[in-house]
């Protein structure tokens, strides 16, 4: 491992447990909400960002492999669809942790609630056929022609059927009035908090790469070794 | 929607796909199986629709809306179901894995479709139910035009 | 039209079925494709016919005459003919039925006559191909009615994998007029593990 990367991951290490620091410390607690509870956002916001981040990295690399044809753009899909998963149940995890203090109950069925379950279910039914399938080139176009598929749905579940429904869900960041409703000190937090997480789902993400190519690589070395 | 799982299953299993692949073009082919589910659909619905209703003894006061609800939820119903059946035909396990494909795929015109029939129970209006129309219409264009551009890389691998 | 293989190879994961191959196939020639069972011959024949895609490497078609656009066999429909043991027609409708659907769907449509010279050509009896449902054949009867639908469109190239298979001394025959006719059409590439078969080609590849 480099020298380089090695700094990097310093400097990421010190910058998480500021951020950690911040969202229990410095930040004060929002006003309209049950007692610290507002402190949830420093993880939930950025556990859903990264969500969204990593499905739309999926979609991109199935329609690269679809054009490509480039194993590589398949086990890129593949990967980001399995941290995508993981960050999507960390966000499910912090939002009902949330509902538990702010209406008292972890599980509501809320239409925010409906939707993320809706989402984990894509993605699941995803792996799902990446299981079903052996042919490695078929698991990979069939595989990348659904995430298409379910991508374009995505808005569907996310924003179109909730908004039919009354939400207890608080106004996301990106809301109608198109302002950032938050004070300085939480907004300090919040986006470092965002830059920080991001950073982590990106190393991830690299390793879960490597593994792929490394796992590959000896695949073909064992079929060359039997060959021979 | 057993019967819509299974509309490429005979065609990859009784060795039909091959020569249908060498000599329609895929877009005819996704067509043809997407309006000859959606007849199917149309059919059943006829029967049991009015079943359903006598039965039940559900009142429909605004039936335009019921009908538009009816017909832009089957579209959207058909292309996406068809779409899958054509990914499943290619696997192993094809009914098990068409629920697990299907289902989310399936759930926000089913959900619409049921906001649109309980609008349309109690409101004989039909711009009650302007919002529910949009949406279903949505979905069937998106649905559509996905199914029709990423056909071949399933049809032809 | 000409039939070029380009380093073509297929794999199945880490596993390589053939290739590096390199060849052409000129029109008039009829180019025969042999090795054991499992050698890959009916993947390398699918390959070709784009009906699965290479690994790696390219199948075109290109003008016998030299210049004028190269394709590939996945960049139209109905340019290709071809023959298999995997190949199946509609058991529910007759032999004529199965030839004017797909030469309907190919935007080509035959008419009645013209489907019943086809089976004629191939030895099939008119009345039954008219009356018989394909299911209800013999495997030597429908193996006929497959050589009729692999030459239906007129093929720039025909492929052939097994064609006698499950055919008596008539039928083989039946096998050799259809390439003798496909000769003067065009390209044909032949696969078979038959010693009578394999004769009719000019040149090839053993896998």
């Avoid at chain 1, 069939?142 to 207890?168: D, E, G, H, W």
């Avoid at chain 2, 009816?70 to 290619?90: D, E, N, P, Q």
Wanted: hydrophobic share 50%; with cysteine; aromatic share 8%.
């Amino acid at each position: 491992m480099g020298v380089l990367s090695r700094v990097a991951q310093g400097i990421l290490a010190l910058a998480m447990l500021a951020v950690i620091w911040g969202s229990f410390l410095y930040a004060k607690p929002a006003a309209n909400f049950i007692g610290e509870s507002s402190r949830i956002v420093f993880y939930h916001v950025p556990m859903a960002w990264i969500a969204s981040l990593a499905f739309l990295l999926a979609a991109g690399y199935s329609a690269l492999y679809l054009k490509r044809r480039r194993v590589e753009d398949d086990e890129a899909a593949a990967g980001a669809a399995r941290l995508g998963i993981l960050f999507c149940l960390l966000a499910t995890v912090t939002g009902s942790i949330f509902a538990r203090v702010m209406w008292n109950s972890y599980w509501n069925w809320d239409p925010r609630e409906t939707s993320i379950v809706l989402l984990l279910l894509v993605y699941g039914a995803y792996l799902g056929l990446r299981g079903a399938v052996e042919d490695p080139e078929r698991k990979a176009t069939l595989s990348a022609a659904y995430a298409l598929i379910a991508f374009v749905t995505v808005p569907f579940l996310m924003f179109a059927v909730p908004r039919m429904y009354a939400s207890l869900h608080p106004d996301t960041v990106i809301n109608s009035s198109g302002k950032i409703q938050m004070s300085s000190d939480i907004k300090l937090v919040f986006f470092s908090s965002l830059a920080v997480f991001t950073a982590v789902f990106a190393w991830m993400y690299a390793l879960d790469r490597k593994v792929s190519r490394i796992v590959r690589e000896a695949a073909l070395a064992e079929e060359g070794a039997v060959a021979r | 929607m057993t019967g819509l799982s299974r509309s490429f299953v005979s065609e990859e299993e009784g060795g039909t796909a091959a020569p249908l692949r060498l000599t329609a073009p895929p877009a005819a082919v996704l067509l043809g199986k997407v309006l000859s589910n959606l007849v199917l659909l149309g059919v059943v619905s006829a029967f049991v629709v009015p079943l359903f209703l006598a039965l039940m003894s559900f009142e429909i006061a605004g039936v335009p809306l019921f009908l538009a609800v009816l017909l832009f939820g089957g579209i959207g119903l058909g292309a996406a179901s068809t779409f899958v059946a054509a990914i499943v035909a290619k696997t192993a396990a094809k009914g098990a894995l068409f629920a697990v494909l299907a289902t989310p795929l399936l759930l926000p015109p089913l959900v619409a479709a049921v906001t649109g029939t309980r609008i349309a129970a109690t409101d004989p209006a039909l711009s009650a139910g302007a919002d529910v129309i949009r949406l279903l219409v949505a979905y069937d264009g998106v649905m559509l035009t996905a199914a029709f551009l990423l056909f071949d890389a399933v049809w032809r691998e | 039209m000409r039939l070029v293989a380009d380093r073509l190879v297929r794999a199945y994961g880490p596993r390589r079925i053939f290739g590096p191959l390199s060849f052409r196939v000129e029109p008039g020639t009829v180019f025969g494709v042999s090795g054991q069972n499992g050698s890959g011959k009916t993947t390398l024949v699918k390959v070709l016919t784009g009906l699965v895609r290479p690994s790696s490497g390219g199948v075109y078609l290109e003008p016998a005459s030299g210049g004028g656009p190269r394709t590939t066999p996945r960049d139209g429909t109905g340019r290709l003919g071809w023959c298999a043991p995997d190949l199946a027609l509609y058991g529910e409708l007759t032999p004529a039925e199965n030839l004017e659907f797909f030469a309907r769907v190919a935007g080509r449509p035959v008419a009645a006559p013209e489907a019943d010279r086809r089976l004629a050509e191939v030895g099939l009896d008119p009345v039954r191909g008219r009356t018989v449902r394909t299911r209800f054949l013999s495997t030597g009867q429908r193996q006929r009615v497959k050589l009729a639908f692999s030459t239906l469109l007129d093929p720039a190239v025909l492929f052939l994998d097994e064609p006698g298979s499950n055919l008596d001394d008539a039928g083989r025959a039946v096998v050799e007029a259809v390439v003798a006719r496909q000769k003067a059409r065009g390209a044909v590439v032949l696969a078979s593990n038959d010693p009578r078969e394999l004769a009719l080609a000019t040149e090839g590849v053993s896998l």
